[in-house]
């Protein structure tokens, strides 16, 4: 493993932290050599600092790590963060401002006009952003985003529709699964048996992140998309997998089996640079009348597939169809893993 | 009781008919005299052949009951009727036939011309529809029918809107709880920490109903209402209650405060006539930013009253919110026993 | 209201406080006057301090109610405790020392030998320990509580058979609902889809508090009783009502119609004295050959009496059953409430 | 693969029938060449037929497999059944009287004095009984079978301690998971927020499999062990994985180290032979003190490792401790896979 590149992950203990060890536990470039946490964690063996919540094993190297305080000192030159929004505000820019590649799955800075927000197989080009942030100028660092976990998979879903029909209107209701909320999280006694109608802030973020993955870049700044979006965001008593009811209307019009080909035959850079983490298919759709569902699909590529099913003429727009993606793999870990595997291809990683 | 009517139950063994039995229980009007079901369960005690699903006991007399083949001969005047559609579709014309009152829960007849769709709050005019009816020339006897579960608490939520501001346009998808499948229904191994976005029929049913019941009475049928409209329906890990994420356009220019007011204040035919099962308040707003949740809300006003909640509004139409009702109370037994009294107060129960 | 006791709720935030509120909210010898919780509640409206997490709303005269500080002074001289055990320790000495009848539900004292540690069908008797403790003698304040939630249930189920036949042995597996932890508790990714075989310090309470129930008072102690006990603990997906598979060895001979009989028949001091919060019937026989469940039998006699189930012979000891019982209401706030009620009808409370 | 044996499934559609399936798809011995299910299936291609229910999708070879009728013409030599008791005890001796090696998962036969019982690393030398069996002199066919998935766990975690201490006392209370009742088995209403303390026949079928298994073979038939063994059976809302708490007395004293030692270094004939389905640790214990449990250890080993957990002392026998076993694997196909593996091994398939 001499050849690959050390890798630190800000807010390791948390679930999100946890998917990054496991997913880079056998990664081809990278390599964890530095784990940071909240105070309460520092000092201490990773194993003991981490209540693991995944289903695999601690890898046997991490579990003996010792987390480090959260500063650039000693840190190595490539970022995971997987840090609340408010701890990454400050955070962050500090790593970026001590020349590290920040690639963070936090909410901070996903809006700010110099920070790409991209999904690899979206937007790959608005990676460019990059070199108007100050802190490249100066220390050479930078910071790179993937959206909210609700926000991806849509996105994956609707930008071979944008790209060849063009959308007009968006409308998105999801049933989040509770992983998305971290761990504790959300509360046994509010889920079981239960609905819960409002996730803070969570509407807000799809709505205005689409809207930018799909926007282009304009010389300094990404023009959002201009089809009206709303969102309603619901919490169910599922483990891991956000099911979203999607209704469309399209500027071309499009037959059903070109819309599900759309989807089929999606494939981008990320595929083409053949990555690491990339899913052969970005998209699939599913035809059983029932799916997608969580217990069948969510895995669907390793967790990185969105899976798409129940496409039909909506009363309203023009179509409504079922997504479904892995919010802790494609819609965090995986996400900032994808994007770094594409900064490295693209060398932004040295 | 010598002055109670004597009603039956067709389907009186299903999560439905049993609802029938525990709303009557101490009905002030209505007695149950006769029950009926599947052959399996003929000539059995009723507690032996239901599997009683219900928190409340059995009421001791129900209990001891024998059930009745499904024929009329012998029934009484009036039948609630929780039937299957299939079986519906053979078994309630036979009742009417024979001069029975059929009020029926089951879908077989909901759209049929002469048929009244009432939800006794929104539409009891609509009943006059059964002095269209052949039966009613012949026999006497006629058919009501109340909605499914999931077009229920959002119609109800609609009405006062339609009334004070014209819906032009509705979007409603839903998160349905597993009784509304009856038993044994969804099975658990499909649906514990699982969302399936499929139910059969039911987003057709939704979208036809809802125009059917906001439709207007002329002469020999109903117009639909011509509002567009758009359902999708999920299932949800959740024992009571149809939670719903809804968006509408509407005609004249509203203010957040009118629509909750709107909601607030709508009282109808069923408050005015102090029908025994009608709710003091058939829509209640709630402020609570998280609310209406099934856990919590369901059982507002006895499991009659549709809760709603997070009114915003929304970037493709004008509003969006959160409508909650109880899918086996207000949305199927309570929903008939409603129409019964309706019926009952209008002198067309004798 | 004037003849009303006026009392306090230590720990008024959490979820046994939520249920003595809302236990108390009609009843006829008591009346909340002051709440008190952890100083992030001090000095907020009681609506606002607490995340109140039950179906009846909360009462509006304590809606408005302000958290006090969670000192003796102002406060009444009846306070009801429902504290962690570490703060339990430290204040309800506090409490008792100022003159306050201190009502605990929390584990801090029940294993103190001056300490009664009462079901007040099981060992009323034992509450003249309040004569030994140190705080009568100054301050005339004193402490009593009651038992773990998990010991509660099965320990009514027990009294009736070891007054009856007298018990050499009891086994006894747990399958606790989550809202024994508190709140938030346990988090939803730990439980939904799961069972966690492991509850801190519960199987010890169980064992210890069963003994000193059905021990014997003995001048200034509690001789506790001398058979043999084992309690295995376990967490399940469960809102409320923890399930226990018990098997027990008897001293004398029983028939299965004696046992089910003596559980039947079993009345105390609390049905004598006609306490506002005991049960008609404090343990009842269900003959189904699957009860009881959480789901049907958890609200038995307002939550106050406990269900047993399945009574068979068993091949190690002599005798299998299932014991039920609400684990917030009568294992903590209606068991702390009912012993308010004895230590009341028994002079006790002035 | 023209060396691979072709095998059969009985009952293919069902929930063990797929696994069945499953575990079958890369299997280096056999090959599924037939597959027979109700008449309700009959003659459709297997996709059409079954339910699928499992993560992984139908083996595209078996998904266009026509569904044979339930009879011995035109079945391969090695049929796995995996058949209702009732429709077992039927087929299966039809079968094996035709000159198939019967590898059945049902109870039908399993008590039966010349059937051998077996888990192929506890008593693997009661294969010899198939000697006994009038079908194997007639037509060379022959039935063997697995036990209950609430058994296997348990006598897998007991085995090795028998061995080396001696059993003289079993208890075991189970908190089963749904996947045990197959599809559509546990009503979505019956479960969700609930524990049901009842399984039919479950509790005998525990405990007199379990001295069958750990009992001796002598001659023409196997002496049960005569520990004495009680069982309680529960039902949880759990997808896979039945967990059990279990207390045991020991003729022999043992330390904890030596427990522990004896489960995790034990060792047996499939382990020796390298059968393919062998898991490389039949019994593992884990140190932390929550576990075994469901959603992170049911599927150790490919789910064919039983998990141990919580070793401590009894007050009532002499140890207790937690045993987790995936009951549709180790439990049922993967129980009668290892079965057939070690027949053929020791030459009985030819």
Redesign the interface.
């Known amino acids: 493993m001499p050849n690959k590149l050390a890798v630190g992950i800000l807010g390791a203990t948390g679930?999100v932290g946890q998917r990054f060890i496991q997913m880079l536990e056998h990664h081809p470039w990278f390599e964890v050599s530095w784990l940071a946490a909240s105070d309460r964690s520092e000092s201490r063996p990773y194993a003991e600092a981490a209540r693991w919540?995944l289903?695999t094993a601690i890898p046997p190297a991490v579990a003996r790590m010792t987390v480090s305080p959260a500063k650039p000192e000693g840190a190595p030159k490539i970022i995971f963060a997987a840090l609340d929004a408010a701890i990454a505000r400050k955070l962050e820019p500090q790593f970026a401002a001590a020349g590290c590649a920040v690639v963070s799955n936090s909410s901070a800075l996903r809006m700010q006009a110099d920070v790409p927000l991209v999904i690899p197989e979206v937007n790959a080009d608005h990676i460019r952003l990059i070199e108007t942030q100050s802190w490249r100028r100066t220390s050479g660092g930078f910071a790179v985003t993937n959206p909210n976990c609700s926000a991806i998979g849509l996105v994956l879903a609707l930008a071979p529709l944008h790209k060849r029909f063009g959308l007009e209107?968006?409308?998105a209701?999801t049933?989040q699964a509770?992983?998305g909320a971290g761990?504790?999280?959300?509360?046994?006694?509010?889920?079981?048996?239960?609905?819960?109608?409002?996730i803070a802030n969570e509407e807000e973020k799809m709505?205005e992140e689409t809207q930018k993955l799909l926007g282009t870049l304009n010389g300094n700044g990404v023009i959002p998309a201009t089809f009206?979006?709303?969102a309603?965001c619901?919490r169910?008593?599922?483990?891991d997998g956000h099911?979203e009811?999607v209704?469309i209307r399209l500027k071309k019009k499009a037959e059903p089996e070109e819309i599900i080909a759309a989807w089929n035959d999606f494939r981008a850079e990320p595929q083409h640079l053949r990555l690491p983490s990339a899913p052969e298919q970005p998209v699939m759709y599913l035809n059983a009348?029932?799916?997608?569902?969580?217990?069948?699909d969510v895995?669907s590529g390793g967790g990185m597939t969105t899976t798409v099913?129940?496409l039909r003429r909506?009363?309203?727009?023009d179509w409504?169809f079922?997504v479904l993606s892995h919010n802790t793999i494609r819609g965090a870990a995986g996400a900032a893993l994808l994007n770094a595997e594409l900064l490295k291809a693209k060398g932004y990683l040295g």
């Open positions: 679930i919540r289903k209107t968006v409308m209701v049933m509770v992983s761990y504790p999280g959300v509360a046994s006694l509010d889920i079981l048996g239960n609905v819960i109608p409002y709505e009206a979006m709303s309603q619901n169910v008593a599922v483990e099911t009811s209704s009348a029932d799916r997608p569902q969580p217990r069948f895995d099913g129940r909506c009363n309203v727009l409504k079922t």
